[in-house]
């Protein structure tokens, strides 16, 4: 893989190559739907993506047999500057970060409020741990870095129940909306948490504990304790939106709580279904990270 | 060192070696968005795999030496939803690459796209194909 | 002639498959009609260990044995022999189907009108099960398979196919090929109980299909949940360990 020999390659025009691939509407083959896109990172959204006719107003949000504002459908997310990259505000750090906003809405500078050992170890992450990343090890994301994870999610909403599955990593959270207490003890840790729900009106309403501290918040190393506490609210707006904050508090880590608000978009592909994404079984990019990306090389 | 412990840090370097990498940041990582290239050979293999799936391809040097190259996909998911399917290119199919070439000078490249010789095109990551490549897709064609 | 053929069959798979009218039990329905088959399951045996070795799991053929073709049993007995390194759950992989529901983790059933989902507790996997769609998709392969499902009466029946050729049965190295195609059968036999079949067939592999049953228990304690099994995280913290 890492052949350094240096040889003569049968190469042809570069930036005219480049400039033949045709960028908008491919022949996508029948019935084989494209992938919805997503606003974030560098803020593309809209053009280029999703063909068919332009969608109609949003219509009124769809409700379930309980009248119950029905979450069910294909997510992505939206308009969160960049989060999956890095949560808070942040600029294009040489090799790896487009700039982005971020999705901290509160403090209004859009950064995470560390104690100073939690941002020196943040700082760390991103210097020398990259290989850390807990994706890296197919891990799942923790909150609310899985609810801006790439690919999108499937919401469906059984009685009792608001389940999220996401194609990346397979990963899920399971919501009871029955407004059960927490009763998993302390020591008792999780990726993602224990998550109990209930809705107050239209707003499915989530306080999730038990985290353990494995996962980051974004790829960037940004971190919170086994200490996190997140509540979230999830409010559809119309019948292809749901208005998504969450308030996360830390006393290990953070000096005080902090917010983040974005918002999903539906995925109307018709015929659209999540596929299997297998982790462990693949490999090998590791191999190909520059040291100074503090990966492995 | 004993032996044996010796043993357990070669063999969790190992495991550490072979752990996938989603890295989300990985293409500007890993490739040089202003050294696109396009490269032909012949497809040796294709491996359908999370986070990246590569296509294997030896290509013919001009003193006759063989380079064997790989390039980077997407991963399985986006492959299947632009059109691939697993016999959509078999060993031994000439192919025409065009990318981004590796930083650390291997021959490694990230696939924008694939021709084969019978005029199919087989398109891996487009610049607005978020949905398809992740938040982090190949680059817009480079402005710096 | 086509009477006899018609009872013999009728036979056949009633000695194969369970016949949930003739038991009698009912199960409550969904909102949308469906038998209700939400909860979560999970067995108390332990089939994983060894399919044949496991009293009662294999049902067809009447001897309990897999009927391997020739030259596949060879292969079997090779994996076996290195069963401890070639176990794909030992890389921690994907279980395949019906590996996944044999495990010692519990699994959780989810039902909306066009899909059923099915969580597992074993590294955060799930299957989703299309009701909608009767096709299987074209030129692509899965470790658990593409499933699609539809109601035989209280009988949810689940057809998998699309499978890649890289999990196993059980850790006793019983294997199968890309070619492998399962149809499952789940009922509810009882308030707390679940009864799982599955026909196997590959005929890169095996002479003839041949079908396993394995009842599943209700996790009743309140406010049960799924919880987490992280392969890859305790593996690292494994080899940590060791390392130290």
């Known amino acids: 893989m890492k052949n350094r020999r240096k040889c003569s390659l049968v190469v042809m025009a570069a930036l005219a190559a480049l400039a033949a691939v045709p960028l908008a509407a491919q022949d996508t083959p029948a019935g084989v739907p494209p992938e919805g896109g997503r606003g974030g990172g560098r803020g593309g959204r809209g053009g280029g993506r999703g063909r068919g006719p332009a969608m109609p107003p949003p219509g009124p949000v769809p409700r379930t047999s309980d009248g119950r504002p029905d979450l069910s459908g294909y997510w992505n997310a939206g308009n969160n500057g960049g989060a999956v990259f890095e949560v808070q505000k942040h600029d294009a750090k040489s090799r790896s970060l487009p700039a982005g906003q971020g999705a901290i809405v509160d403090p209004p500078d859009g950064l995470i409020p560390y104690q100073d050992w939690a941002a020196a170890k943040a700082k760390d992450n991103f210097d020398h741990h990259l290989a850390d990343e807990p994706e890296l090890h197919c891990y799942e994301s923790g909150l609310p870095n899985q609810m801006y994870r790439q690919f999108g999610f499937q919401i469906l909403q059984p009685a009792g129940y608001v389940v999220m599955n996401w194609e990346f990593m397979h990963a899920y959270r399971i919501i009871p909306t029955d407004n059960r207490p927490h009763t998993l003890p302390a020591s008792t840790k999780l990726f993602q948490g224990d998550s109990v729900g209930h809705w107050d009106g239209d707003t499915l309403v989530v306080d999730t504990t038990n985290f353990n501290d494995r996962t980051w918040l974004d790829s960037a190393g940004n971190i919170h304790t086994d200490q996190m506490h997140v509540v979230e609210r999830f409010t559809m707006v119309n019948d292809r939106t749901i208005n998504y904050e969450a308030t996360i508090e830390d006393p290990k880590a953070y000096t005080k709580p902090w917010k983040v608000a974005f918002s999903f978009n539906r995925n109307a592909q018709p015929g659209y279904e999540t596929m299997e994404f297998a982790c462990n079984e693949g490999n090998t990019d590791l191999e190909h990270y520059e040291t100074t990306e503090g990966g492995k090389k | 060192m004993t032996k044996n412990s010796a043993l357990v840090v070669v063999c969790v370097g190992l495991l550490l070696a072979a752990l996938p990498a989603v890295a989300h940041h990985s293409f500007a990582a890993e490739f040089d968005a202003s050294k696109p290239i396009t490269v032909k050979g012949t497809v040796t293999r294709m491996d359908w795999v999370n986070p990246h799936s590569h296509l294997l391809f030896d290509v013919k040097g001009e003193d006759g030496t063989v380079e064997h190259w790989s390039a980077e996909c997407l991963p399985p998911n986006g492959l299947y939803r632009q059109g691939w399917r697993k016999d959509s290119v078999k060993p031994g199919d000439e192919v025409t690459v065009v990318g981004f070439k590796a930083k650390d000078g291997s021959f490694y490249m990230w696939a924008q796209s694939v021709a084969t010789a019978d005029g199919r095109r087989l398109f891996s990551g487009r610049p607005e194909d978020r949905g398809a490549t992740g938040p982090e897709g190949p680059p817009a064609p480079p402005k710096e | 002639m086509t009477n006899r053929l018609v009872v013999c069959a009728e036979l056949l798979l009633g000695a194969m498959v369970y016949d949930a009218a003739a038991q009698g039990y009912k199960p409550p329905r969904t909102a949308d009609g469906q038998p209700d088959l939400q909860g979560i399951w999970e067995v108390r045996t332990s089939p994983?260990?060894?399919?044949?070795?496991?009293?009662?799991?294999?049902?067809?053929?009447?001897?309990?044995?897999?009927?391997?073709?020739?030259?596949?049993?060879?292969?079997?007995?090779?994996?076996?022999?290195?069963?401890?390194?070639?176990?794909?759950?030992?890389?921690?992989?994907?279980?395949?189907?019906?590996?996944?529901?044999?495990?010692?983790?519990?699994?959780?059933?989810?039902?909306?009108?066009?899909?059923?989902?099915?969580?597992?507790?074993?590294?955060?996997?799930?299957?989703?099960?299309?009701?909608?769609?009767?096709?299987?998709?074209?030129?692509?392969?899965?470790?658990?398979?593409?499933?699609?499902?539809?109601?035989?009466?209280?009988?949810?029946?689940?057809?998998?196919?699309?499978f890649n050729d890289q999990t196993w049965f059980d850790k006793a190295g019983d294997y199968h090929s890309d070619a492998l195609h399962v149809v499952e059968r789940y009922t509810r036999t009882g308030p707390d109980t679940l009864l799982y079949e599955a026909r196997i067939e590959d005929p890169k592999t095996f002479s003839m299909p041949w079908t396993i049953r394995v009842e599943l228990h209700r996790s009743t304690q309140p406010n049960a949940r799924l919880m987490e099994y992280e392969c890859s995280y305790l593996r690292e913290v494994a080899g940590k360990k060791e390392g130290k």
């Open chain 3, 48 to 162: 994983d260990k060894d399919l044949e070795k496991a009293k009662g799991v294999i049902v067809d053929p009447k001897n309990g044995k897999i009927p391997y073709l020739p030259a596949a049993l060879a292969r079997k007995k090779e994996n076996e022999k290195n069963s401890t390194s070639a176990d794909p759950l030992g890389k921690c992989y994907m279980p395949g189907v019906p590996r996944i529901n044999l495990l010692s983790y519990p699994l959780q059933i989810f039902q909306t009108p066009g899909q059923i989902a099915i969580a597992y507790e074993y590294i955060h996997n799930w299957r989703n099960i299309y009701l909608k769609r009767d096709k299987h998709l074209e030129a692509i392969d899965f470790w658990q398979g593409d499933s699609i499902g539809h109601w035989d009466g209280d009988t949810l029946v689940v057809d998998v196919g699309d």
